[in-house]
């Protein structure tokens, strides 16, 4: 499907979250270093499990306003909620104040209205564009991000060491912008909030968690999903140390290296694997995505699991920076493999009126998979780097199993259905 031939809300979205991440990429990568060195390991650790367990909460109750209430109300209300989050953060981080703590609960509340505009962002695209379409539509939303991962890292290495206030607070002013802008020009797509609206019906606070408890407790009987997402649990225990445990390793364990004559140091080395990773993802997305819609998606499914997991073993046995280059090669073909196809097989299993919903329980795979992706960093200290990066391993694997045995329910699925 031709970008020209994209729902004008599509278009509009392309470019505003573009440039928003571009903005966040700026300073993210480096945040684990960052509460790391401010308050030790465990402790960084633990805040950041605490931290991704309201996101967690928040994912599922977004997931259930978008579709009562709307995916554009969800999104403006989460863009202006990041907003303003960025600005107590930037304060926090400003020649006037010094105060991890501050930006520690900022982070978080940035983290609990990301989790309530991804719901609502992803449905929006389900309702407008065929199944047939979809995975290319999402592989274009993917591939922006991974723009802004090239983009992003690089300046932010320039600039962040020096002028994190100003990086802050350029996030606070784009992501408000942006709330205007989707406020403004997009206009609304979900069924029932169209038909509530249009009926003039109110919901309460209490009967929204009892239908929302309901409803998801319909979703979580269904065996597959339930499968596809503690399976992704698990792998995604590989896909976040890329901004958790490798900017750690490399600060400690990696010395600085000449390529080229030039000698990089321990922040730009981590610098450009992001930015390898970036690139990786940004230029290969779609022709992959087409490549490996060719292939059964239980295998494609399993084999990004097998390689996360030898990417992990590959990247805690080298310290050699070329080494370090060809490991994160691995772990983006494993990115790439399943980028386009996850939220199209999603959209298979979701009936119309509970997307937003079943969106938001697929994405428990990165809430909490985010969740406890920073017990690596404790970890290290308990059982050092080389047991971590097996641990992790080995969670990649166990996905794969679950993948397999998922696909062999889903397939009997699709054969009982008369």
């Known amino acids: 499907m031709r970008l020209r031939d994209w729902d004008t809300n599509l278009k509009i979205r392309l470019a505003g979250e573009s440039v928003v991440n571009i903005s966040f990429w700026m300073f993210f990568p480096f945040l684990a270093i960052y509460f790391t060195e401010s308050f030790g390991k465990t402790t960084a650790g633990l805040l950041l499990i605490f931290s991704q367990f309201f996101a967690v909460v928040a994912n599922l109750f977004g997931g259930y306003c978008a579709d009562r209430f709307g995916r554009k109300r969800m999104m403006v209300l989460s863009t202006f909620g990041q907003g303003f989050a960025y600005i107590f953060f930037a304060w926090a ?64 290495g320039i600039f962040y060491a020096t002028h994190r206030f100003e990086l802050l607070a350029l996030a606070a002013i784009i992501n408000i912008l942006l709330g205007v802008i989707l406020q403004a020009w997009v206009s609304e797509t979900a069924p029932l909030a169209k038909k509530l609206k249009a009926k003039g019906n109110r919901i309460s606070g209490f009967s929204v968690l009892l239908n929302q408890l309901r409803d998801y407790q319909i ?73 490996a819609a060719m292939y059964k998606e239980r295998n494609v499914f399993i084999l990004s699991s097998l390689i996360y997991g030898f990417s992990m073993i590959l990247f805690g046995a080298t310290q050699w920076v070329w080494g370090l280059f060809i490991a994160i090669a691995l772990f983006s073909i494993a990115e790439l493999l399943t980028a386009g196809i996850q939220q199209g097989f999603v959209s298979k299993l979701a009936p119309a009126h509970m997307r937003g919903q079943y969106f938001a329980a697929s994405s428990l795979r990165f809430t ?5 992706a920073p017990l690596s960093i404790p970890m290290t200290g308990w059982i050092g780097y080389t047991g971590t990066f097996a641990m992790i391993s080995l969670l990649a694997i166990m996905s794969a199993i679950l993948y397999f045995v998922m696909f062999s329910l889903y397939d009997k699925a699709k054969v009982d259905i008369p």
């Open 93 to 156: 981080s400003s020649p006037w104040l010094d105060s991890p703590i501050i930006g520690f609960i900022s982070f978080t509340a940035v983290s609990i209205f990301s989790a309530f505009y991804n719901p609502a962002s992803q449905a929006m695209v389900a309702d407008v564009i065929p199944e047939k379409d979809r995975s290319g539509v999402f592989a274009v939303f993917y591939t922006s991000i991974n723009i802004a991962v090239v983009i992003g890292p690089i300046l932010g």
């Open 219 to 291: 979703i979580f009987r269904d065996k597959v999903f339930l499968l596809f997402i503690i399976a992704g649990v698990l792998v995604y225990q590989t896909f976040m140390q890329l901004d958790l445990l490798f900017p750690v390793y490399i600060n400690e364990m990696v010395d600085p290296q000449s390529i080229f004559s030039f000698t990089l140091q321990e922040e730009q080395i981590f610098g450009f694997l992001l930015a390898e990773n970036g690139l990786f993802v940004a230029l290969l997305t779609i022709t992959v995505t087409k490549w």
């Open 368 to 372: 909490i998979g985010r969740m406890l």
